[in-house]
């Protein structure tokens, strides 16, 4: 062969490249999110998270048949923490050492000699409505609760508007400790005073924070 021949003779085109797969395709990537979710769900500790934290707390029903002095009963308010302060009720009236923030007169409760600048108002009684009934109830030192005191912590009203700050409920095993005949209210600061008869006060025996 003449080496003209040689030198014309066509070069062959190189092979396309390899087109690497990926190691996960996508119906795999799917296949193991899947497995993984399985067990998250599986897993104790995070189920107790979500019933912790997400799931919506179970429906209390107030049972009004414990309504009664010692009675001791399980209910639930509904709150934002700017009711620490702006809830109230007169009366001179006290009970187990709790009183409203105002007295008969409407004038300031005065202050305890040596008693703390902030110390979530344990013995201040200020009215609520129970959820989902409705019913008026007065309570003494919820915020001094542990988890209702972190809550205030955690998001302190002063400087926000009301409607800004976040809901949440409170379900409290309380003790009816008595009755007001008759009490003078408000529930806003500033508000006017309005009369509610046969008023019950509770004290909480313990309290939890739900849904926040």
Known sequence: MAAADVAKKPIPPRPPPVEMKPIL????????????????????????WVMINLAPPEEVRTDFSKWKVNGETELRVTLITAD???LDCAHAQTFEGAHCRFGGDKAPWPKAENAPVDDNSPDIIQPYRTSPDNALLLVAGLWAQPDVAMRLHREPPTGVQAKRLGRFDVTCRVRFVGRFDEVQLRWDTGAQWQAEQAAWVAKPMSCTVNNS
């Open 25 to 48: 395709a996508g119906r795999l990537w799917i296949v193991v999110a899947l497995l993984g979710a399985l067990g998250l769900i599986a897993n104790p500790r995070f189920n107790e």
């Open 84 to 86: 620490s302060t702006r």
